[in-house]
């Protein structure tokens, strides 16, 4: 299994993630938290391991941990 990680002070809730992955509605939703929207991991079961995400969020906000 893979672990998603968004660092929600980095997120600036901008959906790229949302757009670029594969399976992108099904893993992440932008949400609003303290006044501020940013990226929710909704279920990482979905996540082919890709990176897509990693790579295309600007301010580096997504990281990717293979879990055993």
């Given amino acids: 299994m893979i672990d998603?990680?968004?660092?929600?002070?980095?997120?600036?809730?901008c959906g790229?993630?949302?757009r670029?992955?594969?399976?992108?509605?099904?893993?992440?939703r932008?949400?609003?938290?303290d006044g501020r929207k940013v990226a929710?991991?909704?279920?990482?079961s979905f996540c082919i391991g890709?990176?897509?995400c990693v790579v295309s969020c600007k301010p580096g906000a997504i990281r990717?941990?293979?879990?055993w």
């Fill in 4 to 13: 998603i990680i968004v660092d929600a002070g980095k997120c600036t809730g």
């Fill in 16 to 18: 790229v993630c949302v």
């Fill in 20 to 28: 670029v992955c594969p399976k992108g509605p099904r893993i992440y």
């Fill in 30 to 33: 932008i949400v609003e938290k």
């Fill in 40 to 44: 929710e991991v909704v279920d990482r």
């Fill in 50 to 52: 890709c990176t897509t």
């Fill in 64 to 67: 990717l941990e293979r879990g």
